[in-house]
């Protein structure tokens, strides 16, 4: 399959959770788009986890992409002025982040690389990961959902027994849901069900 001639940007927050399935949508991404821009929030860039360390997580960022990872306000600013994206990918998108995101807040790599992008009038394509999404980061989802050039991957309950609040998107569905954007479509169903 010959890739699309779409710059996208794929920034990755904490969710740290969600990381293997975010890093195959980044693969998925990197194959069907020509240009891949690999972006992480400064708690991602410097946090190990039992799911990872930083280091490696990033070094394979920038394997997948052929390009360094842009890992700071200062470096994601210029995303704006240089109309560097078609299209960004919040993958996975935390609760915290979607509060900065409904709030304009851009004190992180990826809530700068946000702003920068949307001030261009370019779709925004938020996948979430939170485990109070139908709590707390409810009011945030819902505020994203009526803003213009905002758009997600469909998300559902991931363990509605044991984690009740909790929201994640489907991570296999995210180049099609980028596709709908640069379309100006949400992909449906928004929400989705889980086995």
């Known amino acids: 399959m010959e890739k699309q001639p779409i710059k996208v940007g794929f920034a990755l927050c904490g969710s740290f959770c969600t990381h293997d399935k975010a890093m195959e949508a980044l693969e998925q991404a990197a194959a069907r788009y020509e240009a891949v821009y690999p972006i992480v929030s400064e708690r991602c860039a410097d946090t190990d986890t039992r799911f990872g360390a930083a280091h490696d997580r ?9 390009r360094r990872v842009i890992d700071s306000v200062v470096k994601a600013e210029p995303i704006g002025p240089q109309k560097l994206l078609d299209v960004l990918v ?28 949307l001030r261009n009038g370019r779709p925004l394509v938020i996948a979430p990961s939170t485990n109070d999404g139908l709590s707390a980061s409810a009011k945030n989802i819902g505020v994203l959902l009526d803003k213009k050039q905002v758009f997600f991957v469909p998300f559902g309950q991931d363990d509605p027994w044991k984690k009740p609040t909790s929201l994640v998107a489907d991570f296999s569905r995210v180049c099609d849901a980028v596709d709908a954007a640069l379309e100006g479509k949400q992909l449906q169903p928004v929400l989705v069900g889980r086995d």
């Open 58 to 66: 990033m070094r394979e960022m920038e394997r997948i992409c052929g």
């Open 90 to 117: 919040i993958c996975p998108c935390t609760g915290n982040t979607l509060a900065k995101l409904a709030c304009g807040v851009t004190d992180s790599a990826v809530t700068m690389a946000a702003k920068a992008h």
